[in-house]
């Protein structure tokens, strides 16, 4: 089973992503295990690192092979479910088109990460605190892409 760790904080410039970034690369690195590191920050700072760090331009990413995608994926399939079927049997499967999502650091063998897109047309995960408190959907997103994915890996 995997382990989820959020950080989280309001205020600006306190390093949240830098800490992120190097427990990720820790737990690794010492432990040996895949680490997942997921940008919800609308300033995609971690994003920005872990594609420097892998040597990936974002010019090179697709819209298809971001977080921002999979979340209106999830989202767009939720709202096309009914909630009858959403309890009895989950969601259909996403996974064939996110599988492409997840990015690896090689110089951190078991590091990787979801980038986050700035391209305003497909930005919306930077208003998440907003959709969260208005749509459940959102939140069924997140943890619907996250289990998704442990159970591929």
Not at 15 to 21: D, E, L, Q, S, W
Not at 83 to 96: A, F, P, W
Not at 110 to 124: A, E, M, V, Y
Request: charged residues 25%; glycine residues 6%.
């Amino acid at each position: 089973m995997a382990k989820k760790i959020f950080v989280g904080n309001y205020k600006g410039g306190v390093g949240k992503t830098t800490t992120v970034f190097e427990i990720g690369a820790g737990l690794a690195k010492k432990y040996e295990k895949k680490v997942l590191l997921i940008d919800l920050d609308p300033q995609c700072s971690l994003t920005s690192i872990c594609m420097q760090i892998a040597g990936i331009s974002f010019a090179n990413i697709k819209p298809e092979e971001t977080l921002n995608y999979a979340f209106d994926l999830y989202g767009e399939n939720l709202k096309e479910t009914s909630r009858l079927q959403i309890l009895k049997d989950g969601i259909g499967s996403m996974y064939d088109y996110i599988k492409n999502i997840i990015k690896s650091i090689p110089v951190h063998r078991q590091l990787n990460f979801i980038p986050t897109s700035l391209d305003l047309k497909n930005s919306r995960i930077n208003d998440l605190a907003d959709r969260l408190s208005v749509s459940k959907n959102s939140i069924i997103s997140i943890a619907c892409l996250l289990s998704e994915i442990e159970k591929k890996r």
